[in-house]
């Protein structure tokens, strides 16, 4: 079963975080520029919450389009999801359904460990698809013929 920890050794361990208080300008800037859609917030060295596009968007919709002098703080998501190093795939895609979260936090006890987004999860799915279609395509191919020992195809 595919586990959180896989998926991050596959990603790399390569993270963006944010404090609260940095304004919505910055938080947008270092995005855009990074080419993510997540911040991890933190304060303190502990997740405070998360800021994704979604926060964003509805911030400049609701204020025409300026972020203005706007902290994260006051838009984020304070109540994040999070998931640990062995929680397994299946239940990483039933909360991102459940929750409508496209970035959910890994954590280790306390400890930040990445961010696990909708993409990282589809090309893990797909990779461990593909895997398993060529050990099945493997096994078919090694199959024994008419009694004949397998490795022997008359």
């Not at 999860?121 to 024994?144: S, T």
Request: charged share 20%; hydrophobic share 40%; proline share 5%.
């Amino acid at each position: 079963m595919l586990k959180v920890s896989e998926i991050l050794r596959v990603k790399g361990d390569t993270l963006y975080t944010a404090s609260p208080d940095m304004p919505v300008s910055q938080a947008v800037q270092t995005m855009s520029e990074q080419d993510i859609g997540s911040l991890v917030i933190m304060e303190f060295g502990t997740l405070t919450g998360m800021l994704t596009f979604r926060e964003i968007i509805r911030h400049m919709h609701a204020h025409g389009g300026n972020a203005g002098e706007t902290t994260i703080r006051s838009i984020m998501d304070d109540a994040p999801v999070s998931v640990s190093p062995n929680t397994s795939a299946d239940e990483v895609q039933r909360l991102m359904l459940e929750k409508h979260a496209r970035y959910i936090p890994v954590m280790d006890g306390p400890t930040l460990m990445g961010v696990i987004s909708f993409y990282d999860m589809a090309q893990a799915i797909v990779a461990a698809q593909q895997f398993e279609n060529n050990m099945l395509k493997a096994y078919i191919r090694d199959w024994p013929m008419d009694g004949a020992p397998a490795g022997n195809k008359s």
